[in-house]
């Protein structure tokens, strides 16, 4: 009944934004997480701030629910409607509002993906760093509290957004933050909203902190028969304090993976990828530490991609090994989970993994932004084979176990969503008090992204 | 009659901890601010998270509100009690709990001072970077969101803090965050209680992250005759990328100031000082870079500090500078003030301030983290003058709206306290509507850090 009733009413206020066909809706029924699949009742794609805030409003009004759409690329569910609500899709939503060169800030709607934001800013010379690999939107980048490749050395979404606008459960517009490189006015609600999964309020405008893209860039390559060996390196080389941009595992079935998929001759062995920025004399002084540890800890097939199309092959494949460890079986679903644990423990956490692992008979690539202490597991499983679902889910609660164990988090970048709301609770026990009291003020009708984060549908 | 009941609960379960002598009300009744004298009704001196639960269990069946005390260093009157509060003065809790140096991360107890700590670490070869000058308790420094000469390489608190252990309004011992270098799991509590001013809960244990003490430091000086030039030679900087570690401004009445305070030479004029951290020879591509645009502007007395004494005789007249104001004049109390821009908006904003001061006829030295658009005035004021007062109070709102309507902050790392709420509420608009949501939902008796942020009294 308030379906219809708020259907017909946004059909009067936005007939060219709301999309009701059954293409429309299969296609926002889900993200690329294994999570079951959830139509919502309609689709809307607003185009400003202000749509966003009558769209709530009427929300609010007839008690509908609201499920946030970006890019689809979530892994923990988090696009995935709850059952019976709006979906709001903010991909037209993706115009670039202002750029800032000399401050190194932009303003962007939510829906712009980062990929689209890089090419609209690299002629002045500047670059977004925050890169988890899929061309997600920043709006659902911020939701997730996303990071990625980069963040060793520019740290995750958390620390790369200045000020939000956003939508409250009913309409209100509200500002966060704003262009100040630091602020001490007040609560910190920008960093609330990072990370909160669509559960507190609607992003649509983000002021994003810039870089300037570096003068020079290289990227090396080194091989290790084991796993110990490899992690040993890294962690003497974050020791050392040599300011690494990016440091990236793919084990051997990764490379095995990504060679097949990207057509690369990857020799076939757990492999880390370097990346250093800066001047030629200061990424020439790393670059010759690293060689150094990484003979010294016998290392092989050490290599550097100079040229950028060489550079560009070696990060394209190791962006797409999600799609990669997909096409290692024809009519499978890859679950995709990460953790995030102390850099003293990475190597422990890494190789019992691999143990379960190889003990579970599942195919499952490690990946890893190792530089933070997070890996990924990225599960093959047949589709329909429950028995392979048992044991992924078997081997994924082993995992996030000996990550919380070991002083870690159950998710470095994917966020909460659908997959760990269990181990939420295990992590933070009675602040999750707190967290909910917080979502309840502010949502006390339960509106926005539900199911996400908190069991409360 | 609450109050007397409370203290006898206190005194029976806390005999050695409460105070209530005149001498100890007296010295927690007031910071380093210009905000008038409050006295406590007593004084309690936890020294565990346990004790903090006890007494906040305490003080929230009694209905009596709590203002939390660290070093005594805030400049907005943040540690100023609020009327017939008890003072919680975390000083006893200054314990390094533990040290993971392989993860360069500490937990401290939220009394420790960032001298004790680094003191402490020092022999690891770890240092903890933020350094707000003053000798602040962590906690203190979590609390009111602070940040420092360091910030424009390591950032503010809320870059620097993993975790907290705090207590909420009704004695609830709550963990937030933890010991991995990023999480995506549920909502930032971290980040909300960092700067929310011991408003939402007391800040009893903290999880920070620390840093490699550099290789090599060098500290450069630079002079210039006009203010103009000075802030473009740092803008100049900042758009070559150069990675300084510091630069800071001290404009000619504070160089002056701290010459007679500390006993230095240096030529009164508008001065830079630069850090720079890292390799020799990655040092030396900085600091050519930077002495080469300075002398390229017209700076004059470029020079070094290359023996560690000078370097921090430097350094320690930069962090006595509060001091050096103070002593500049007699009888007098020093009005600190802080705002933060957009690095494009920074010299128009120094200039037009400039000239505010010199038609006030006020003596306020102007010193900056200019490499984050953020700078202060040290306002002088003869006490009992209140035409200075006066002044002092229109200089200030000037300054204030002069920042926003640049899209800058009215603090940038000073808080709002108890002197910033009008401009707090100017600043934020509606979203101040979430913040209160939140301070009710999480203290409805408003108990915590009453009279800080908000006009909830």
New interface residues.
Partial sequence: MNTTTLLNALLSQFPKLLEQSKHALEQHSGDESWHPKQQPIAVIYPTSTQDVSDIAALCHQYNIAMSIFGAGTSVEGQSIPAPDSLCIDMSRMDTLLAL?P????CIVQAGLTRLELNAQIKDQGLFFPVDPGANASIGGMCA????GTN?VKY??M??NVLGLTAV?ADG?????G????????????T??L???EGT?AIITEITLRLQ?IPENTAIATVQFQNLETLTLLV?QVL?L?IPIARVELLDKPAITAVNHYAKLQLQENHTLFFEFHG?L??IQ?QTTAVEKLSLELGGSHFSWATQQEDKNRLWKARHNVLYAAKATLPNSTVWTTDV?????ALAQCILDTHEDIQNSGLLAPIVGHVG???FHLLIVIPNGDANAQQQASILNEKLIHR?LAM??????????GKG?KR??IE?????????K??????DPKNLLGRGN?FSLE
């Fill in positions: 800032h000399d401050d190194q800030d997730t509290r996303a990071s963040a740290g995750t958390k620390h409250t209100t517009i509200i500002q966060t704003g262009r100040a490189r630091k602020s001490s006015s007040g609560y910190d609600l960093s609330l990072i990370g909160s507190l300037g962690f020791q304090g001047s004399q200061y002084e995030c644990v102390p850099i003293s933070d202490g997070n990550a002083g870690g988090t159950c998710t470095g970048e994917h966020g909460i760990k181990w939420l992590e933070h026990g009675s602040s999750i008090g707190i967290m009291t917080i979502k309840s003020s502010l984060i």
